[in-house]
């Protein structure tokens, strides 16, 4: 059973903005990080940002620094990553995936528990 | 960065058979903190295992893993049909977490 559900991709224009969703089913949302990972169509895997249970620290990969924003309200048990100045480059399918309870630095996580994707193509 | 290098490319075995995927890393990945993904064509990853050798919950015992430091490797004893896939190791010791390019074992 998927627990995550992304929703949000489409194409847009190089230098656009689209907001990314996911909605968690699950029991436990408020309890771990979560985290944006994403996957070019027949390439491999990169991860994008993570976000801590109480929503109060947030790392993101180098690229997207200062484009991105990864936010959650654990009241409605969602995912956020807001995704500005987009590239050609950021074109891929973003997951929503489920971290760990504790992270301590400087480890960082893995996912046990996926969204099956959405598209973000961006192209002119 | 921690840059991980898996090997080979592509593996092709017969049904039954024992195979060993590898991953290498550039730096020491601390506390053996690797993981190992299987994707399957047009799905999302599915984490395998964990602190190198810790399989996650429903996996099954045919897949097993080991290694230390820089030098991780996953076998699958018995290969079943079912295990066509990409298998993808990742580091989570450090920030920012890093996946390997990936295995495509293909069934003869």
């Known amino acids: 059973e998927v627990f995550l559900v992304e929703s949000g991709g489409g194409l847009v224009q190089p230098g656009g903005s689209l907001r990314l969703s996911c909605e968690d089913s699950g029991f436990t949302f408020d309890a771990t990080w979560m985290s944006w990972l994403r996957q070019v169509p027949g390439q491999g895997l990169e991860w994008v940002a993570d976000i801590s249970p109480d929503g109060n620290t947030a790392f993101y990969l180098d690229s997207v620094d200062g484009r991105f924003t990864v936010a959650r309200d654990n009241a409605k048990r969602s995912l956020s990553l807001q995704m500005n100045g987009l590239r050609v480059d950021d074109s891929a399918i973003y997951y929503c995936?489920?971290?760990?309870?504790?992270?301590?630095?400087?480890?960082?996580?893995?996912?046990?528990?996926w969204g099956r994707g959405t598209l973000v193509t961006v192209s002119s | 960065e921690i840059v991980l290098t898996q090997s080979p490319g592509t593996l092709s075995s017969s049904p039954g058979d024992s195979v060993t995927l590898s991953c290498r890393a550039s730096?020491?990945?601390?506390?053996?903190?690797l993981a190992w993904y299987q994707q399957k064509p047009g799905q999302a990853p599915k984490l395998l295992l964990y602190s190198t050798s810790t399989r996650a919950t429903g996996v099954p015992a045919r897949f097993r893993a080991s290694g230390s430091g820089t030098d991780f490797s996953l076998t699958i004893d018995g290969l079943e049909p079912e295990d066509l896939a990409d298998y993808y190791c990742?580091?989570?010791?450090?920030?920012?977490?890093?996946f390997g390019q990936g295995t495509k074992v293909e069934i003869k």
């Open positions: 730096h020491n990945v601390a506390r053996n903190f």
């Open positions: 990742q580091q989570y010791a450090s920030y920012p977490a890093t």
């Open positions: 995936a489920r971290g760990l309870i504790v992270v301590i630095s400087p480890m960082s996580n893995y996912w046990e528990e």
